[in-house]
């Protein structure tokens, strides 16, 4: 059984910093990808960064390019989402969704994942 569990979120400032973890278990396609998406109050879930566990394929949503850094440890079965910079549009619930194909045009397609997190609570406010 697939378990994907967050950790990491909390209340930052403004320009502050936080990493997330998604621990996942019982999970071991070689082709498989794993996401980071968040929601906030009243939005859509919109997808933040995606890595390619296979061979590292990285992408970021605009609105976190150059700020956040999406990481994997194979031999932990984990994936890290580091947070820098924050803003306060970046509070959010964050979820890590994983799934077992991968394909480019997938990453941000929150309908295209089949296991997801509990969700963890970032936010930012001075």
């Known amino acids: 059984q697939v378990q994907l569990v967050e950790s990491g979120g909390g209340l930052v400032q403004p320009g502050g910093s936080l990493r997330l973890s998604c621990a996942a278990s019982?999970?071991?396609?070689?082709?498989?990808?794993i996401a980071w998406f968040r929601q906030a109050p009243g939005k859509e879930r919109e997808g933040v960064s995606c890595?390619?566990?296979?061979?590292?394929?990285?992408y970021y949503a605009n609105s976190v390019k150059g700020r956040f850094t999406i990481s994997r440890d194979n031999g932990k079965s984990t994936v890290y989402l580091q947070m820098n910079s924050l803003k306060l549009e970046d509070t959010a619930v964050y979820y890590c969704?994983?799934?077992?194909?991968?394909?480019?045009?997938?990453?941000?397609?929150?309908?295209?994942?089949?296991?997801w997190g509990q969700g963890t609570q970032v936010t930012v406010s001075s």
């Open positions: 969704a994983a799934d077992r194909i991968w394909y480019t045009s997938k990453c941000f397609n929150d309908r295209k994942y089949d296991y």
């Open positions: 019982g999970f071991t396609s070689d082709s498989s990808v």
């Open positions: 890595i390619s566990i296979s061979d590292g394929t990285i």
